[in-house]
Every structure is written in C-alpha cells, then in structure tokens.
T-cell receptor, first 117, second 113 residues
Framework: GESVGLHLPTLSVQEGDNSIINCAYS??????FIWYKQESGKGPQFIID?????DKRQGQRVTVLLNKTVKHLSLQIAATQPGDSAVYFC????????????????FGQGTILTVHP | SAVISQKPSRDICQRGTSLTIQCQVD?????MFWYRQQPGQSLTLIAT?????????ESGFVIDKFPISRPNLTFSTLTVSNMSPEDSSIYLC??????????FGPGTRLTVL
C-alpha cells in the first residue's frame, strides 16, 4: 500500500490510554477548524470541528481544544482503541468578507497514531 | 454528511497519457473541491469546482494540466493530463455540506510509470 507516514510525526500509545495530538496553524484569520482521521487506503474521515468563538468542543471520546493566542489546536482521544490507529490531520478554513466561506481547507502535516493492544 | 464516490479507485498509467477521475455525490452541493495527496504527504488543494463557471485553481496548478468539469450539482471530473511519474498521488474530491463541514471521497490512487 501507500507509504503514508514516512515523513509524518508519530505517536504510539497503549490501548486504553488517552492520546493527545497537536497541531499548529498559521493563519490568524482562520475561524473554523476540523480534525480528520485517515486510515490506510481511505479518504479522510471527519471527526470533529470547532469554530473560533469556542475554545473547547467535545464529541464521543474526542475533545478538541483551540488556543487562538498561540494558534494551537489539539485533539484528545479518550481510552484509545486499536481501531483509532490512523493518520490524523488538522485543517483550517477562513471566511471571506460578508461571512462567505472560502471552503478552502489548509491541512497540517498529519500525525501517525499507533495504538498497541 | 454526504456520501461521495470516486471512479476509478486506482489506476496505473503510462507517462504522456491522461486520466479522468469522476466524483459523484448523493446530494446536491454548491462547492466541490479537488485535492492531491502525494506519497507520505498531507493534502493540497488543487481547485474549487463550481457549477456553471470555470474552476478556480490554486497556486501551482493550471487548467491545462488539471482540467475540471462540473456539469451539475452532484458530479465533477478532474483530468490529469500528459502524466509524468511526479503525478503519482492520491486524488481526492470533497464537498461542503451543512455549514462549512467538508467531507471527502475515498480517493483515486494513481501510479504513473
């Protein structure tokens, strides 16, 4: 298969541990952020999003934290499972004049998460 | 969310040839996008495909190399023209559904020999 991950940072955890994946974004005008999970041979899967008027959002087993001061985004996965093993990407979007979404996502480099049973 | 399919799922092509990739969505969407993911890399936006108008290309991508069609609100094609081995990548389409949420297709894995 594809060698996704040769150039990406890695995180290895034990099953049941909590995982934290970090992302630094570049555009201070970005107002919408998404985390994606990409398994081998598949397209990115939407996990959770957050808007710039929030600093925390929770989903099922996942929490996204946004620190606009330092332009930092993190994804926390609780009780990590082997099925969580994948590449995780953050993406940022900015809004144009009048609130129109550009729809153009800028992706971070990605992090490979490996969960050991 | 939106259900997105792509054809072909993978292909191996000879240099100098062209390949057209299809993207089909199960609902009408205004904005569709094409991304490239080179081996071991993140995703890079190629262009935004708008129905009824020319696609908008990002810096480094041109229409002659990556012509795009968007004949209706559920379908788009991306052609990779005059291919070289450097075009070997995963090509992904995505759509914006709901307010800003963007969903991806499964990708087309292209190898150019």
């Amino acid at each position: 298969g594809e060698s996704v991950g040769l150039h990406l940072p890695t995180l290895s955890v034990q099953e049941g541990d909590n995982s934290i994946i970090n992302c630094a974004y570049s555009n201070s005008a970005s107002d919408y952020f998404i985390w994606y999970k990409q398994e081998s041979g598949k397209g990115p899967q939407f996990i959770i999003d957050i808007r710039s008027n929030m600093d925390k959002r929770q989903g099922q087993r996942v929490t996204v934290l946004l620190n606009k001061t330092v332009k930092h985004l993190s994804l926390q996965i609780a009780a990590t499972q082997p099925g969580d093993s994948a590449v995780y990407f953050c993406a940022e979007n900015s809004r144009g004049a009048g609130g129109t979404s550009y729809g153009k996502l800028t992706f971070g480099q990605g992090t490979i998460l490996t969960v050991h049973p | 969310s939106a259900v997105i399919s792509q054809k072909p799922s993978r292909d191996i092509c000879q240099r100098g040839t062209s390949l057209t990739i299809q993207c089909q969505v199960d609902s009408q969407v205004t904005m569709m996008f094409w991304y490239r993911q080179q081996p071991g890399q993140s995703l890079t936006l190629i262009a935004t495909a708008n129905q009824g108008s020319e696609a908008t290309y990002e810096s480094g991508f041109v229409i002659d190399k990556f012509p795009i069609s968007r004949p209706n609100l559920t379908f788009s094609t991306l052609t990779v023209s005059n291919m070289s081995p450097e075009d070997s990548s995963i090509y992904l389409c995505s759509v914006e559904a709901g307010r800003d949420e963007q969903f991806f297709g499964p990708g087309t894995r292209l190898t150019v020999l």
